[in-house]
């Protein structure tokens, strides 16, 4: 499979594509980095037995008072940057790729709905797309948070605040995955083997499930891979708003938050070097799902 893969054509256009090449590279070494964040980080942030106070804001190493230990330095907790963004960026990741795919099943079914069955359903339902269109995902996952944090007590909201992250990009993402599917499940319904499929008494689940929805969801892969990058940093957004993660876990969000602080004391570093880690990620993600879109346009072959 790994040799047919290379073999591909897709391949081929990807090794003449010095820009993806090398954002692929990036992303490889980025998600390598975050998967084995124990294996390449000193410092576990999540331990608190491993802080030192005593070494809290302590500048790069290649500054005045820096420490070799502490390449990139430390936060106001003592917390070796270094390992706060590979652990920072594996949950940031994390978040961002479990509500995309949340996001691609929500609208492919509802897609597939709309598409499929017409009048009054395919009207209501993009209606209400519609609507969602016209609020900011910024201003939907912060009615959710908002919403989430009236309902659940003080004790709870920490525990939750992942998953209720996750929901409000979700919810906020599922409207482009649903347009996109409905309008090519609208033009599958037109072909001929559809109708022939009807005629031979297949059942409409069956139908949808093993031919109308495969040939629909082609453009949803390179959708999600943009929306991959979106979805971070809609996280970052909001946890540096103080609505996404909790001080204690350091997200790239988190870390640029608690660094912001201290940003005009001198203490750059703290907030920049998150910055740039969450700016390099998106980057590469961003001109990989360029290219995976113009690549798999059939207008621009």
């Known amino acids: 499979m790994i040799r047919s893969v290379l073999a591909s054509d897709l391949a081929w256009r990807l090794s003449r594509s010095p820009g993806a090449m090398l954002a692929l590279a990036v992303l490889v070494t980025l998600l390598i980095l975050s998967l084995f964040a124990p294996v390449f980080a000193p410092q576990n942030p999540f331990d608190l037995a491993t802080l030192d106070l005593f070494s809290g804001l302590t500048p790069p190493v290649w500054r005045e008072g820096g420490r070799a230990e502490y390449f990139l330095g430390t936060d106001e907790q003592g917390r070796d940057l270094w390992s706060a963004i590979l652990y920072g960026m594996r949950i940031s990741l994390a978040v961002g790729l479990v509500s995309v795919v949340l996001s691609m099943v929500v609208g492919v079914a509802i897609g597939l709905i709309a598409g499929t069955s017409g009048g009054w359903v395919d009207t209501v339902l993009m209606r209400v797309a519609d609507a969602q269109l016209a609020l900011p995902a910024i201003l939907v996952a912060l009615l959710i948070d908002g919403a989430a944090r009236a309902v659940v007590d003080v004790a709870a909201q920490q525990s939750l605040a992942i998953p209720v992250l996750i ?3 979700a919810l906020s993402g599922w409207v482009q995955y649903a347009r996109a599917v409905r309008a090519a ?5 037109r072909r001929d083997y559809v109708s022939a499929a ?8 069956r139908l949808l499930i093993r031919h109308v929805m495969p040939n629909s969801i082609g453009a949803v892969f390179v959708l999600a891979t943009v929306h991959v990058a979106a979805a971070v940093v ?8 103080g609505v996404g993660m909790p001080p204690t876990v350091p997200s790239l969000g988190t870390l ?3 660094g912001y602080d ?3 004391s001198g203490e ?3 907030s920049i070097f998150p910055g740039c880690a ?5 980057f590469a993600v961003n001109v990989l799902g360029d290219w995976l879109r113009d690549t798999l346009n059939p207008r621009l072959q």
Do not use: D, H, P, Q
């Open 167 to 169: 929901f409000s990009i």
């Open 185 to 189: 499940a609208m033009v599958e319904m």
């Open 198 to 205: 009807r005629l031979l008494g297949l059942g409409r689940a």
């Open 234 to 241: 809609t996280e970052a957004t909001l946890s540096f708003l």
């Open 256 to 258: 640029i938050r608690n």
């Open 262 to 264: 201290f940003l005009f």
């Open 268 to 270: 750059w570093w703290v």
């Open 278 to 282: 969450l700016v390099l990620l998106v």
